[in-house]
C-alpha cells in the first residue's frame, strides 16, 4: 500500500504563474487535507476534502487559491497569479474517516518556489 | 483557537543521551495527540499517536506522555544514535479533523 504521494516533489514558478500541486491519498482513504509550512513556521491548516466536496476551507487564503478532490484522479491544490510570500512547503494528508483515533498521514511535500 | 508550543527550539546531545522533548497546548479538549518526525527538506514521518484517554503510548525507543489536564505531552527517546538527528513536531487534533501544529524541536545528535 503505496503511502500518500504528491508531486512534484519541487516546482519553481515565476511570480504570475499558476502553480498546480497534486495530492493521491492512500489507497482506500476518502478524507484529503492540506497544509502549508512557510519558512520558519509551523504546518497551517488550509483546506480538507472528501471526494467531489469541499468541506472546510477556512485556511486557505480568499484569492488565488483553490482545491478540488474529482470522483476520479488526484486532488488538486491551484494556486494562480503566484507571488513570492506563496514559497512554501505544502504537504498533504489523509486519512481513512475522521473518527477519534484515527491517524492522518502524510506525503513528502511540494516545495513551491517563487522567483 | 489551539496554540501548540514546542521547547526547546532546538537540542544538541552526544550520542547515547537519553532525549526529552516538550509540546504544551492551550485546549485539552483534545481528541488526540501525533508526534512526527520530519527530515530536511522531506515528509512528515508519524511516530507515535495518543488517544485523549490513554496517558502514554510506546515504540522501541520512543515513550511518548499525555497530561490533558495540564495541556503537555513529552516525548522521550533512549539512547539517542546520530540517525535521530531531525525536527520533531507535535500536533494536536481537537473535535474536528484539524491538527494543530506546533514549530517543531530541531535534535542534532552528536557522534
Known amino acids: 500500500n503505496a503511502g500518500v504521494m504528491q508531486n512534484p516533489r519541487h516546482l519553481v514558478r515565476r511570480r504570475g504563474q499558476e502553480a498546480r500541486l497534486r495530492c493521491s491519498p492512500m489507497?482506500?482513504?476518502?478524507?484529503v487535507y492540506w497544509y502549508r509550512q512557510l519558512p520558519e513556521e509551523g504546518l497551517k491548516f488550509m483546506v480538507y476534502?472528501?471526494?467531489?466536496?469541499?468541506?472546510?476551507e477556512s485556511g486557505m487564503p480568499k484569492e488565488r487559491f483553490s482545491a478540488e478532490f474529482p470522483k476520479e484522479g488526484p486532488s488538486i491544490l491551484r494556486i494562480q497569479q503566484v507571488v513570492r510570500g506563496d514559497s512554501a512547503a505544502y504537504f498533504c494528508?489523509?486519512?481513512?474517516?475522521?473518527?477519534?483515533?484515527?491517524?492522518?498521514?502524510f506525503g513528502q511535500g511540494t516545495r513551491l518556489t517563487v522567483v | 483557537k489551539q496554540e501548540v508550543t514546542q521547547i526547546p527550539a532546538a537540542l544538541s546531545v552526544p550520542e547515547g543521551e537519553n532525549l526529552v522533548l516538550n509540546c504544551s497546548f492551550t485546549d485539552s479538549a483534545i481528541y488526540n495527540l501525533q508526534w512526527f518526525r520530519q527530515d530536511p527538506g522531506k515528509g512528515l514521518t508519524s511516530l507515535l499517536l495518543?488517544?485523549?484517554?490513554?496517558r502514554e503510548q510506546t515504540s522501541g525507543r520512543l515513550n511518548a506522555s499525555l497530561d490533558k489536564s495540564s495541556g503537555r505531552s513529552t516525548l522521550y527517546i533512549a539512547a539517542s544514535q546520530p540517525g535521530d538527528s531531525a525536527t520533531y513536531l507535535c500536533a494536536v487534533r481537537k473535535g474536528d479533523y484539524k491538527l494543530s501544529f506546533g514549530a517543531g524541536t530541531t535534535v542534532t545528535v552528536r557522534a
Open positions: 489507497k482506500g482513504h476518502s478524507h
Open positions: 494528508a489523509s486519512s481513512p474517516s475522521t473518527g477519534e483515533n484515527t491517524e492522518a498521514f
Open positions: 495518543i488517544q485523549s484517554s490513554q
Open positions: 476534502l472528501q471526494k467531489e466536496n469541499i468541506i472546510d
